[in-house]
């Protein structure tokens, strides 16, 4: 078997399928990279993990042997989400990587790794040459590397908590569907005796993924979530996908809550917190979010769409928190990482302090109707964004990410994926009827 190096190495993070574009070989040898990458820092260790499909323990034992061929010791954590890791990276001050293909079918893994103090690693900024070094290969260094187990859970959970007033934590009763993904591991350490109540849905740790996949993004995931949250009289629903860095809610009548409406309850709570704050959000996140942030006496940021543009934008703007649409949720104290447990924890205290209920809670956030995000496939992306461009000419323009076109009562984004020829839409306006005259209108553009 030959790892396919070209295929696997995507803009944020390294995710192909199992055995003819991923094996323990191609695990050893990007492990070796990792090594020499971190260690022109000066890192002399490596956080490893792993989530829990199947052939994670042999791909991560692989990724740690190429470390140690390479004179970089290995501490090896185990089973652990990707917030963990996080938490790692930034409590120890290691580089670190976990094998996992986050939302994935079973038959992927992939490895996401980040420097020293959770710093993002992506294409441009690592990734990039790690895949260089893993193609090329190196000799082994002179004198070995050493490996030992640590077991971060105990100071994660600690850390998880600090975000809330957990003696101001209400009783309420919360359904969380954990997908058999690692959310199984983290969320009964953290609700160990708190007021609220979990419900746990499919927490049994099994990357074959037996009851749905771990994508919460689709909505026919969320169907077992939502009728369970009907049939016990749930105050929340939690979604979290499968290495659990990202959440998704649904009320108390399961209506799902997008990113954008979770984005703004978050900078809400936290702006309470931290007056006058900066908080960062996407630039397809709805118009509400800086609108809140606005009402809340913050200084709300558009940043482009992408983890390492949030955390380089908190990083230059001291905000202390970032959301995205897609479920991301950063939090400065978090070493400017993303975290679905904390965010889902914020949530839970911002509605022990809202008794009206969560459906309550988000109507006030709730302003606009959003398409969702919207994909076509295209011959040549950038001569599409062009003639699009070019028919809206009239308009505010900005492009900061692919091209952005706002009008008087609506606006729309449209930028290409990373990895396919593929056009994403996204867009808002007041109603429904408008968002779907007008999807109609740009899509006839797009052709």
């Not at 419900?199 to 037996?210: A, Q, S």
């Not at 028919?391 to 994926?417: I, K």
Request: charged share 20%; hydrophobic share 45%; net charge negative.
């Amino acid at each position: 078997m030959t790892t396919d190096y070209d295929a696997i190495f995507k803009a944020y993070d390294v995710r192909g399928t199992v055995g003819d574009q991923l094996d323990a070989d191609g695990a050893k040898a990007i492990g070796g990279a990792f090594a020499r990458f971190v260690a022109a820092s000066e890192a002399s260790a490596v956080l490893v993990g792993r989530d829990m499909r199947p052939e994670g323990e042999e791909f991560a034992a692989a990724f740690g042997q190429g470390a140690l061929d390479h004179g970089v010791d290995v501490v090896d954590v185990g089973l652990c989400a990707t917030d963990m890791l996080y938490y790692g990276s930034g409590s120890l001050g290691l580089p670190g990587a976990v094998f996992t293909a986050s939302h994935n079918p079973a038959g992927y893994n992939g490895i996401k790794m980040c420097g020293a103090g959770a710093a993002p690693i992506s294409a441009d900024t690592g990734l990039e040459a790690i895949k260089a070094m893993a193609v090329a290969g190196a000799d082994p260094a002179a004198t070995r590397g050493t490996r030992t187990i640590r077991d971060l859970l105990p100071g994660y959970v600690e850390h998880v908590r600090s975000f809330v007033d957990c003696d101001g934590l209400a009783p309420l009763l919360v359904v969380a569907d954990t997908a058999n993904g690692m959310g199984g591991l983290v969320l009964p350490a953290v609700f160990d005796g708190l007021a609220p109540v979990l419900d746990h849905l499919y927490p049994e740790l099994d990357g074959t993924f037996p009851n749905h996949p771990a994508d919460p993004l689709q909505p026919e995931n969320q169907r077992d979530l939502q009728e369970r949250v009907q049939a016990v009289g749930a105050d929340v629903g939690l979604a979290f996908d499968g290495d659990a860095d990202r959440v998704f809610l649904v009320d108390e009548n399961s209506r799902p809550i997008s990113g954008s409406l979770t984005t703004a309850i978050i900078a809400r709570s936290l702006l309470d917190q931290h007056p006058g704050a900066v908080v960062l959000h996407n630039l397809i996140c709805s118009k509400s979010v800086p609108e809140v942030i606005a009402e809340g006496g913050g200084t709300a940021v558009r940043t482009r769409v992408g983890h390492s543009y949030i955390k380089q934008a908190m990083a230059e703007t001291g905000a202390v928190f970032g959301g995205e649409h897609s479920g991301h949720y950063y939090f400065r104290d978090n070493y400017r990482a993303d975290s679905g447990l904390i965010a889902a924890l914020v949530v839970l205290e911002a509605l022990s302090r809202h008794p009206a209920g969560l459906s309550d809670l988000v109507a006030g956030v709730d302003r606009y109707a959003a398409s969702g995000e919207l994909n076509r496939a295209v011959a040549d992306p950038a001569a599409v964004i062009e003639r699009v461009a070019r028919a809206y000419s009239y308009a505010r323009q900005d492009r900061l990410d692919g091209l952005t076109v706002e009008l008087d009562d609506w606006w729309f984004n449209l930028r290409p994926s990373n990895t396919e020829p593929l056009l994403r839409l996204n867009l808002e306006a007041p109603t429904v009827a408008d968002v779907q005259q007008r999807v109609a209108e740009v899509q006839a553009l797009i052709g």
